[in-house]
């Protein structure tokens, strides 16, 4: 059996710029052991897969005690290291972040995403600093994945939006992030160059157009995450048969499914 503290070495380990760690984000059991199987070498949840399996918005929707209980019932479905999306903390100050994360260590999880979100950059180090606090007060080396939105939700004008982002993450780091994620880049140029200001491991989320695997090992990537990618495709895949069903009484939506015996496996050993 692995112990928490060397499950959070092999996620530190996993963050190799140039071969990055590949994370087909779950958010719950059954996805958690399907990824697993799949060859996954860690997993992470992400939060708006997980905010919409509880009933809730993502951006703040979820209740914390929630999102960490079923951040629990993923670690206990794996032996991988898991790494939590805690949107910015589901707190309102920085000591509160503090007391999330020590939550978190106590599901088994190993590493964190925290959003600056709608924080100024000041108050997202302060929420980053308090994170890596309280894993060290419980001698877990939690990998701390630091993320800004810049790009995501286009704050500034687009030609200072790099030169932003850039100042974000190295007050994140020099708070104590690990590593560091930028949703909402997918253009070689700008992944490079962030690969290139910022001293630590680079996160981007991937999904059609953006570059492949290959091509984002070539530009030094050390993570790259799918999001709620999973998810969407899922619930697609629930909405069209349901649709069909109740639009012309047939099922073919149902072809291509797992069968029963797939799903009752990952669960019967």
């Known amino acids: 059996m692995t112990t928490q503290r060397e499950k959070a070495r092999l996620l530190r380990e996993l963050h190799r710029p140039g071969e990055p760690l590949v994370l087909a984000n779950v958010w719950d059991a059954a996805s958690a052991r399907l990824v697993a199987v799949a060859g996954a070498r860690a997993l992470a949840t992400a939060s708006a897969s997980v905010s919409w399996s509880l009933g809730s918005a993502d951006g703040g929707g979820a209740d914390r005690e929630q999102v960490l209980a079923r951040t629990a019932d993923v670690v206990r479905s794996v032996e991988l290291p898991v790494s939590a999306d805690l949107e910015s903390g589901y707190a309102d100050t920085p000591a509160g972040v503090g007391e999330t994360v020590a939550a978190l260590l106590a599901t088994g999880a190993v590493g964190v995403n925290l959003e600056d979100a709608d924080h100024a950059p000041e108050q997202a180090a302060e929420r980053v600093a308090a994170a890596r606090a309280a894993a060290d007060a419980a001698g877990v080396p939690l990998f701390v994945n630091a993320r800004t939105d810049v790009f995501l939700h286009g704050i500034g004008e687009p030609e200072g939006r790099l030169d932003e982002s850039v100042r974000r993450l190295r007050a994140y780091v020099e708070a104590g992030a690990d590593g560091v994620f930028v949703p909402g880049v997918d253009d070689p140029e700008t992944i ?9 491991p680079l996160n981007v989320l991937a999904a059609p157009g953006s570059p492949s695997v290959a091509g984002l090992a070539k530009l030094g990537v050390a993570r790259i995450s799918l999001g709620p990618g999973l ?10 048969a349901a649709e069909e069903v109740y639009a012309s009484g047939t099922y073919t939506s149902l072809d291509g499914g797992l069968t029963y015996p797939e799903l009752n496996g990952l669960f019967t050993g």
């Open 192 to 200: 490079a160059a962030l690969v290139a200001a910022v001293p630590v």
């Open 231 to 240: 998810a969407k495709i899922a619930y697609a895949a629930v909405r069209r």
